[in-house]
């Protein structure tokens, strides 16, 4: 388990083997009063170490904050 405080990035990067799945759950929290909130909009960005693909996915998240993102290895398509 890792915590972030947005915008840091993770402190190191995450290796997804065969079959692998990678789960993200979180709670978006207003800085100033520390409270729950819903965002019109939400993006994932994963930014690749090389910066030849980045992808940005959407995030659905709830009235309560919560969201949940989940990715399976056996999706993903590398190019080389």
């Not at 909130?37 to 170490?49: R, S, T, Y």
């Not at 030849?52 to 990715?71: C, H, Q, R, W």
């Amino acid at each position: 388990m890792c915590r972030l405080k947005e915008p840091a990035p993770l402190p190191s990067a995450i290796e997804l083997g065969e079959g692998g799945t990678l789960k993200f759950t979180f709670t978006a929290i207003d800085t100033t009063s520390g409270s729950a909130i819903q965002p019109k909009q939400a993006h994932l960005l994963f930014e690749d170490l090389k910066g030849e693909e980045d992808v940005t996915l959407p995030v659905t998240i709830k009235e309560n904050g919560k969201a949940s993102f989940t990715m399976v290895r056996h999706f993903l398509v590398f190019r080389k």
